[in-house]
C-alpha cells in the first residue's frame, strides 16, 4: 500500500499544493473494489494500471484531477500527454454539448459543414504544401494510414524507424515500433527496419553541446558550440546502412518523432534529422514526422516539433493532443502524395464526424486564445532549469532533457556508466511523488525515464512545486 512506503512522520511541513478553488463533485459510482472486480472478469487482462494501488480517478479541472474520495492531485503526465488544454475545459463541453443536440453523426459520405471548417482550421497551421487532411481515430491508426500512403506514393516497399521509437500498437505499427515491450511472439509485418537512435546521453556520440534546447546532457565533448559533430557522426553511420541493407532505388520513407516519447524524452543532436530528411529525400522516399506527443504547441518554440529541425515532412501525423483527450487523430500531407491513395477507395467511419471536427477546432481555438504554446515555453523552460539543479543534487539523476512542456528526467543507479535506477528504488520514487500530489508518467527502455507532460495550463507555481516534490522523493532514495 502507499501508505506503508512513504515515511512522512520524518517530515514537520511536506510541499503543500497550489491553490485551487475548483470543488469536485461527490463520487457516487461504483465501489474501488467492484471496479476491480469488473476490470478482473470483464476487461481487457493485458490492461496496464500505474501504482501498487491503482489510482481510481472520479473527475478532472485544468490541471488537477481528483479520486474517488476527492483528494487532489496535479496532472503532470496530461493523460500520457494527451490533455493539451486541460482536463473538462468548459469551451469543449459545452461546444459538445451544442453540437450532439444538432447533429452527432454523420459520415462522410455527405457533407456536414464542421469537418470543412475544422480541416481548414488545422490546415493553416501546416506548411502550405501540407493541405490535405485525414481525419481518423487514434495516433496508431495515423501512423498506419501513413504507411500506406508512403508505400503507395513511392512504389516502394521498405520503411525505416528508429530504434527506442514508438508509433503505435496496431498489428503493422508494432512492427514499426522499436520496443519489445509493446511486441507479441507472432510473426512481425515484413518490410520495417530500424536505423541506430542517436541519443546523445547514452548512444556512441553525443556531449554537452549536441542538443536544441535549455538543457544539455554531462558528457565531454569536441563539439563546438556552433556544431555538432556527434549528429554527423551519427549521419554517417544512417547513411552506411542505406547502402548495405536496401535496394539501390532507395526506401519508401522514414518515420520519426520530432522527440522521442514513449523511448524517455529523447532528443536528437542538431542538425541530425535535416541530414536524415535530405539524405531520404534523395533517395526518393517520403519524410514522415509523428508528431502525436510534439504537435500543437507542447515543445514551445514551434507548434509543430518538426520546425525545430528545419525541415518540411511529405507526411505529419497527429493524435493525443489533438482532441484533448477525445479520440481524434488525422494524418497531413501533399496533394501529390494524397493522389496515390485514389487508386483504390479509403474510407473511416467515424473520421472527421461532427463531435470530432468540434472538438478539434475548439482545441486549436483555446490554444490560440489562451495562449497555450508561449506558456508551454515560459513555464516548461522554468522547469526545465529547475529540474536540472537536482542534477547537482542527487546521485539518482543522470540527465534532464526537453523542450517546452515535454521533459524527460532520466534516474540511474551510478551516473559514470549510466546504469538505469533498480526498477524497485524507481517505483518507490514514483509512489512517494503520488502520494504528495504529483502524477509522473514513466518511460524508456528500462522504465527509469520520469516523463513529465502536463496539461499546457499549468503555471510556475505548479512547476515549482513539482520540484520541491520529487527533490523530497531523491532525498529518500
Not at 108 to 125: G, T, W
Not at 207 to 214: N, Y
Not at 319 to 334: D, R, W
Not at 386 to 395: G, I, M, Q
Request: proline residues 4%; hydrophobic residues 35%; glycine residues 10%.
Amino acid at each position: 500500500m502507499r501508505d506503508k512506503i512513504f515515511n512522512f512522520r520524518r517530515y514537520s511541513s511536506l510541499p503543500k499544493l497550489p491553490e485551487c478553488d475548483f470543488v469536485p463533485n461527490q463520487y457516487k459510482g461504483p465501489s474501488f473494489k467492484k471496479m476491480a472486480d469488473i476490470r478482473k472478469s470483464c476487461l481487457n487482462p493485458v490492461l496496464t494500471t500505474y501504482y501498487s494501488k491503482p489510482l481510481a480517478v472520479h473527475q478532472g479541472h485544468k490541471q488537477w484531477l481528483f479520486d474517488l474520495d476527492g483528494k487532489r492531485y496535479l496532472d503532470m503526465f496530461g493523460g500520457i500527454c494527451t490533455v493539451s488544454v486541460g482536463h473538462s475545459h468548459p469551451r469543449i463541453s459545452e461546444a459538445v454539448n451544442e453540437q450532439i443536440r444538432t447533429l452527432g453523426h454523420c459520415s462522410n459520405v455527405y457533407y456536414h459543414p464542421k469537418i470543412h471548417e475544422y480541416a481548414e482550421k488545422l490546415a493553416s497551421k501546416l506548411p502550405d504544401k501540407l493541405k490535405v487532411i485525414y481525419f481518423v481515430n487514434s495516433g496508431s491508426e495515423a501512423n498506419d494510414l501513413a504507411v500506406l500512403l508512403a508505400r503507395s506514393f513511392t512504389g516502394k516497399h521498405n520503411i525505416v524507424s528508429f530504434q527506442n521509437c514508438y508509433h503505435g500498437m496496431t498489428y503493422q505499427t508494432m512492427a514499426l515500433t522499436s520496443n519489445g515491450y509493446y511486441k507479441y511472439p507472432v510473426m512481425q509485418n515484413p518490410g520495417f527496419f530500424k536505423t541506430m537512435n542517436p541519443d546523445v546521453y547514452k548512444g556512441i556520440w553525443g556531449g554537452s553541446h549536441c542538443r536544441e534546447g535549455p538543457v544539455q546532457a554531462d558528457r565531454s565533448c569536441s563539439c563546438k558550440i556552433a556544431e555538432c559533430e556527434a549528429g554527423q557522426n551519427y549521419l554517417n553511420q544512417f547513411q552506411e546502412e542505406l547502402k548495405y541493407e536496401f535496394p539501390a532505388n532507395g526506401i519508401a520513407g522514414i518515420f520519426a518523432e520530432s522527440i522521442q516519447g514513449v523511448g524517455g524524452v529523447v532528443q536528437y543532436p542538431t542538425n541530425y534529422i535535416k541530414g536524415v530528411y535530405a539524405t531520404v529525400k534523395a533517395s526518393g522516399g517520403v519524410f514522415v514526422s509523428d508528431e502525436v506527443q510534439t504537435g500543437f504547441g507542447r515543445t514551445g518554440d514551434h507548434f509543430w516539433g518538426f520546425e525545430s529541425h528545419d525541415i518540411e515532412p511529405d507526411i505529419v501525423t497527429m493524435a493525443k493532443g489533438i482532441g484533448n483527450g477525445f479520440p481524434l487523430a488525422a494524418v497531413a500531407t501533399t496533394a501529390e502524395v494524397a493522389q496515390s491513395l485514389t487508386k483504390a477507395t479509403h474510407f473511416n467511419t467515424f473520421g472527421g464526424n461532427p463531435i470530432s471536427s468540434i472538438v478539434g477546432l475548439t482545441v486549436l481555438n483555446i490554444i490560440e486564445e489562451e495562449n497555450l504554446q508561449e506558456n508551454s515555453k515560459k513555464v516548461g523552460t522554468h522547469l526545465l532549469l529547475e529540474l536540472e539543479k537536482l542534477k547537482e543534487h542527487s546521485a539518482n539523476v543522470g540527465d534532464v532533457r526537453g523542450q517546452g512542456l515535454m521533459i524527460g528526467v532520466e534516474l540511474v543507479s551510478d551516473k559514470a556508466t549510466r546504469a538505469p535506477l533498480e526498477s524497485s528504488k524507481f517505483m518507490t520514487l514514483w509512489e512517494n511523488c503520488l502520494e504528495m500530489g504529483v502524477i509522473l508518467g514513466k518511460g524508456g527502455l528500462h522504465g527509469n525515464v520520469l516523463r513529465i507532460k502536463p496539461p499546457m495550463c499549468i503555471t510556475k507555481e505548479d512547476a515549482d512545486f513539482t520540484v520541491e516534490v520529487l527533490q523530497l522523493a531523491l532525498n529518500q532514495l
